[in-house]
């Protein structure tokens, strides 16, 4: 996994709620059984009409944001379904962050495991994020993981995150959570010795 | 160990699967019951065999085809090649690995959260995960159970842990006995609409009261489905007499003497009394009414004596521009009668709404009557057993001369991965889970309810209050 440190990115803005892992990526692009090429996916439905050309009204579709790396979205972002689809498309088009007021409890753990930082900041904060992204040109954000940071480019917006020290570190050091794991074997092992063979009694 | 505070059905069941706890750390937990089916294990699989891993507990793991199995004719081929090329890939990793598979040939075949049930595998203080979000079915049983991503299934697979950060508790009590005419569904629905779906985000919900009591394993399963459409890790109901009936003689559940020792150890799985949540809610069951979503999110519910939402009712400007968007997909206007609104499809089916109780409410109301003219009605059983056993009551004969598709078992038009969908614009009156945009088919509109308003829907062409019906 590619080690998430520091990160300048062109922002784009989701200025809605609720976007839900259908939408992010659609159950008829679920088939595939590799991690890559998803992001040709990504927002299918909202991205192209019906005659597959691309809608030029939906957010990521205009110029100003090819290339964007950052995306500031509604709260409860990722809902739904556990598809890890779902940060893989959004990796493979190109996000490395999210920015959000809240998200949902799987699609947040499913980023960590691709690289991507979900960022949760108040509400007025990405509210500023998503019009100032609309308002100004070539609008970045620079976000620094180690310092738990963020700043946009006149440093008009500036704010600190929260993330626990684990996740932080695994995100910087690009590791695999198996591998950290892998480590503990004994403990995993001096478990199942004395682990019950119904699993479900409980162990005190 | 002695513990001072009482402590939840949730804490007793955490605490009895910490491997390792270190401050600052996700703990790892140890996971009884791994499930797989065909969408979200092909990478996983992948993983283990680049990294030269291989599956750590065969004999906790089970795999099963559901998502886009198609459920015609099972003699014919699977038309769709990328389809076949996710099935193929699991029967040829569960091979690899040692894994055991119902390939969509078994008869222990059906949707995933319905089989494991179904075989007794499902027991109470187990954690159980699978790499699908509606695996918190199983906290029906006092477990603790929950959807995970592919990464996570990997690791599972791998090591048979689970990292996770102790998620917040909440208690939903639906006090008093539930109205005739209100279904598990019901229930449900009235939650989401009550507390959003997001009200429960980063929470465990137990559900308590006697309206939750009240229900069979099968109702209980309905409610604790849908707990993610709120937003929760997981939702779980504590185990009783209901559940260890539910339990005996199915072929995973002990036997025996052990069964009697596993209902005693089970009996422990409640929360102590005086037990603190980090957050209550109560609704009073009476209250309830049969629900109907009309919108693109599960939240957006209404009860059937209810009209159209306007959105200048909404509380601000985010809610306002959402149900605007929401009724422009759906094509609705604000303000009418939902009972006014007239339907082209019905599904009865999916983890929620497709086992034996659901497919006898439909039975019953369907019986004697016909399908609208306008309607294309189908029903998928949960299950080969569920299949089975309908078929063993003549239910398939009500609804087949009543004007119902009867269809193999899968997962089918919950999301429309085989080739079960919604057309563009096709309005569907759905058992299942989730009515967001395109789920069922690019551009179909879902309204969610339960078995008994789906079959009433289906034979008026639009929906009906089944209290009057």
């Known amino acids: 996994m590619e080690p998430f440190i520091k990160h300048t990115g062109l922002v784009a803005p989701m200025d809605r709620a609720n976007v839900d892992t259908d939408q992010i990526i659609p159950k008829q692009f679920l088939k595939r059984i590799e991690r890559t090429g998803y992001g040709q996916f990504l927002f299918n439905d909202w991205r192209f009409k019906e005659d597959g050309s691309l809608n030029p ?57 691709n690289g991507i930082l979900p960022i949760i900041a108040p509400d007025n904060i990405v509210v500023d994020i998503i019009n100032k992204s609309r308002s100004t040109s070539n609008y970045k954000l620079n976000v620094d993981l180690k310092n738990l940071k963020a700043w946009d480019q006149d440093e008009d917006i500036v ?25 503990h074997e004994s403990d995993i092992s001096n478990f199942e010795k004395t682990r019950h063979k119904h699993g479900g009694v409980l162990r005190d | 160990m002695e513990y001072d505070q009482p402590r939840t059905l949730f804490e007793k069941i955490w605490q009895s ?8 750390e996700p703990a790892l937990l140890y996971v009884d019951l791994h499930l797989v089916h065909e969408v979200t294990s092909p990478q996983a699989f992948d ?13 906790l793991t089970v795999a099963v085809m559901d998502h886009n199995t198609p459920t015609w004719d099972l003699s014919l081929p699977v038309k769709d090649p990328i389809a076949k090329q996710q099935l193929d890939a699991l029967e040829k990793n569960c091979d690899e690995f040692g ?87 019901d229930i449900i629905l009235g939650i989401i609409g009550r507390i959003g ?58 036997k025996d003497s052990e069964f009697q020792n ?103 109301v369907a019986k004697g009557k016909k399908v609208n003219d306008q309607v294309y009605a189908m029903v998928v059983p949960g299950s080969v057993a569920v299949k089975e056993q309908a078929e063993n009551e003549g239910l398939d004969r009500i609804l087949i001369e009543a004007g119902f598709d009867w269809r193999v078992a899968g997962c089918s038009m919950c999301l429309g991965m085989n080739p079960d969908i919604l057309q563009p614009k096709e309005r569907c009156a759905s058992t299942s889970n989730r009515n967001f945009e395109g789920r069922q088919g690019k551009g179909g509109r879902t309204h969610l309810v339960s078995p008994q308003m789906a079959a009433a829907a289906a034979i008026e062409g639009k929906f009906v209050d089944i209290r009057d019906w």
């Open chain 2, 197 to 254: 779906v997001a009200g429960a985000a980063g929470h465990v919900i137990e559900y308590t009261g006697q309206a939750i009591t009240d229900l069979s394993m099968e109702g209980r399963m309905t409610v604790c489905n849908m707990s993610i459409e709120a937003g929760a890790r997981a939702g779980m109901v504590a185990p009783d007499q209901t559940t260890f009936d539910y339990i005996r003689g199915r072929s995973h559940a002990p």
């Open chain 2, 262 to 364: 596993a209902t005693e150890q089970w009996s422990r799985l409640r929360s102590d009394p005086g037990s603190v949540y980090d957050a209550r809610v109560t609704i009073e069951a009476k209250d309830l009414e049969p629900f109907i979503t009309w919108g693109t999110n599960p939240g957006m519910v209404i009860p059937v004596t209810d009209k159209i939402p306007n959105p200048n009712n909404a509380i601000d400007e985010t809610e306002k521009e959402s149900w605007e968007r929401a009724l422009r997909y759906m094509d609705l206007k604000p303000d009418i009668p939902i009972t006014d609104v007239s339907i082209d499809r019905v599904f009865i089916g999916s983890c929620t709404n497709a086992r034996i109780e659901d497919i006898r409410a439909a039975a019953t």
């Open chain 1, 57 to 113: 009204e939906f957010e990521l579709n205009k110029n100003r944001y090819k290339g964007a790396s950052i995306l500031a979205a509604g709260s409860n972002f990722g809902s739904g379904s556990s598809r890890e689809h779902a940060p893989w498309a959004l990796m493979d088009y190109g996000f490395r962050c999210i920015i959000a007021p809240s998200f949902a409890d799987i699609f947040y753990n499913n980023c960590f495991q």
């Open chain 1, 159 to 183: 704010f600190q995150f929260k993330l626990d020290e684990f996740r932080r570190n695994s995100l910087m050091n690009g590791l695999d959570d198996i591998g950290i794991t892998m480590q």
């Open chain 2, 99 to 185: 894994v055991e598979l119902y390939d969509r040939f078994s008869p222990l075949q059906g949707i995933v959260h319905i089989i494991a049930p179904e075989q007794g595998r499902t027991q109470p203080g187990k954690i159980i995960v699978c790499g699908d979000s509606h695996t918190s079915t199983h906290g029906a049983f006092g477990a603790f159970a929950l959807g995970i991503g592919t990464s996570e299934v990997e690791h599972v697979l791998a090591t048979q842990t689970l990292r996770q950060k102790k998620p917040l508790t909440m208690e939903i009590n639906i006090d008093g006995q539930a109205p005739t005419g209100v279904s598990a569904k």
């Open chain 2, 17 to 24: 699967h910490v491997v390792r706890e270190q401050a600052g």
């Open chain 2, 47 to 59: 993983g283990l065999r680049i990294a030269d891993r291989s599956v750590r507990r065969t004999d």
